[in-house]
């Protein structure tokens, strides 16, 4: 795996000890502080200012439990996260992968642990937003389907149509006139008007000489 050296690092811890250790550690690895956040608030708000590149996100935080605070930054400002926990347990890594975490670490941290958890977390990230934005993607253009679909009426199968009067019977047995008929199973409106011959043959003595009626 290879690391982004110029990646800026959110620490968010409320034992100062620790994010302290955590700082010296990440500066060693070749990593940038971005900042520094001791609750869940600071934490969202460093995150929406600052614009960091991943989050190291303690769990026990005195205001918000760190993994809801994750849950949050993954709706409201997608970041990769990466948990700090000072113990591991399978129901913690389901709830914080669960929440948005790409990675985890125990406390304390060594430096090689903190590059592979940064760099794991930020492949997972990316193969999340790229499975995001496929997916409002493809919801979009099922959107713009279903909105096509329900303007669209179609006519299908054997429609018995009167070989003279040419109504139409519907699936009931009534017959209809075809305007009727195709009014009641298409999107289609009709406006009537004369064709050539039958304007010839039934109002020949109103036609112009043009073959148009006149006024």
């Known amino acids: 795996m290879q690391k982004l050296l110029s990646a800026r690092v ?3 811890e409320d034992d100062v000890l620790v994010c302290e250790m955590v700082h010296s550690v990440l500066e060693q690895a070749g990593y940038t502080v971005a900042g520094e956040a001791s609750c869940g608030l600071e934490a969202m708000e460093a995150v929406a200012l ?9 769990v026990a935080l005195p205001d918000f439990d760190g993994i809801e605070i994750t849950r949050r930054i993954t709706e409201t400002c997608p970041t990769p996260v990466v948990i700090l926990t000072a113990y591991e347990t399978p129901e913690l890594l389901e709830k914080a992968s669960r929440a948005g975490a790409g990675a985890y670490l125990v406390k304390p941290p060594r430096a090689h642990e903190i590059d592979r958890a940064i760099v794991i977390a930020r492949s997972r990230f990316n193969d999340i937003m790229g499975l995001r934005h496929l997916n409002e993607t493809l919801q979009a253009r099922n959107r713009e389907l279903e909105e096509a679909l329900s303007t ?9 149509i009167c070989a003279h009067c040419k109504n139409i019977r519907d699936d009931h047995g009534y017959w209809q006139s075809v305007e009727r008929y195709i009014t009641n199973h298409s999107e289609a409106q009709f406006s009537h008007g004369l064709c050539p011959e039958c304007a010839q043959q039934y109002y020949a003595e109103y036609l112009d000489a043009d073959g148009t009626l006149g006024h």
Do not use: A, F, H, S
């Open 50 to 58: 600052l614009k960091p590149d991943v989050v190291l996100m303690d």
């Open 10 to 12: 959110l620490i968010v």
């Open 152 to 160: 669209i009426k179609t006519l299908r199968g054997l429609v018995p």
